[in-house]
């Protein structure tokens, strides 16, 4: 998930890049959404192949059933809480890392250029 996130927060960087233009929060969103969208599927199907193998074994009332059921039931926890890790807390914990770094990049351009403008007004008095 962090590899199509990335990928698509870099696109949009040189999207950005190449148009002269500074890239903005809504841009990461874009990108977070993006990347989350094209991992989706496969991530779903992997999660529901895995519960669905396990489902007989869950549901199993035969001979060492008590075992084995012991044994799947956290196995299905745990590809239940992968997939909330996955697709959601992943993405959100990846957009707010990276929004610290941009808000921190815009207020410092924001910092120099009124610094700049003032540098240059005392120069003119």
């Known amino acids: 998930m962090l590899t199509f996130l990335d990928q698509a927060f870099k696109a949009i960087v040189a999207k950005r890049h190449a148009a002269g233009d500074k890239?903005?929060?809504?841009?990461?969103?874009?990108a977070v959404t993006q990347g989350a969208m094209t991992r989706i599927r496969a991530v779903m199907m992997a999660i529901a192949g895995s519960i669905l193998g396990l489902l007989p074994v869950m549901l199993?009332?035969?001979?060492?059933?008590?075992?084995t059921r012991r044994i799947a039931a956290p196995m299905v926890g745990g590809m239940v809480s992968a997939?909330?890790?996955?697709?959601?807390?992943?993405?959100?914990?990846?957009?707010?890392?990276?929004?610290?770094?941009?808000?921190?990049?815009l207020k410092m351009e924001r910092t120099e250029q009124s610094a700049f403008t003032r540098v240059g007004t005392d120069a003119e008095v």
Do not use: M, N, W
């Open 83 to 105: 997939t909330v890790l996955t697709l959601i807390i992943f993405p959100a914990v990846y957009a707010l890392v990276k929004e610290i770094s941009i808000r921190r990049t």
């Open 60 to 67: 199993s009332t035969g001979t060492g059933s008590e075992v």
């Open 23 to 30: 890239v903005t929060v809504d841009d990461l969103y874009a």
